[in-house]
């Protein structure tokens, strides 16, 4: 038995910017049509639950998802730079479309939320949307640059506009206050979300041990 109508997964607070914009709006879209909701976030914050769905496993944590829930009807899909695709080259960034695509068909009704430019291939673009009932974004400027960029018909793509999150004064641009500069953190490490599994996970730190080994023998 589902425990609700639709799952949104996406960026919420306290994480600012417009991701976050994008997830809050969906959630009241989805309250205005009289459905119950879950909120799942790619990382801890406000959200009902935080997974990681990123990367090539993507698709697998969105049925795991999916399963938690009682397999509701509906799902939403925010897409932002860096996640869900979280590793850009080739053959991972397929693996996470093709994954995510196969999950987004499982539910009766799939949405899918392109709230920044991703900066993936063309194919792995086509992929989620082929799964979608439809595509969504803020404005008519950013459904030309999906429609001219990835080559998505524009009969496809619907735009809702989303109120900034966080709100700001007439006049604040988000990047003068420190909440949301993405090209502003210099010299700041940003660690990524881990997209393969435990043991893989463990195997690879397990050689980055062994190859560090040989210089603290040597300074012993």
Partial sequence: MPVCDVVVVGSYPP?????????LAAVRRAWDDGRSVRVVSYRSGAADLAVPVAGPLAGRRLQQVRRHYGGPPAVVLVVQEGAPFTDLRAPQQLATATGLALAL???????LV??????IMAPSMWALVGAARECVVGSEDAARRLHQHYRVPLSAISVEEAEAYPPLAAGVEASTTGLYDPGGARGVAVVGMPAGSLAERLRSRG??????????????
């Fill in 105 to 111: 068909a499982s539910f009766r009704r799939a949405t």
């Fill in 207 to 220: 050689r980055l041990v062994k190859a560090r080994l040989p210089g603290r023998l040597r300074r012993a």
């Fill in 114 to 119: 392109v709230a920044e430019d991703p900066g």
């Fill in 15 to 23: 994480l600012p910017g417009p991701a976050t914009a994008a997830t």
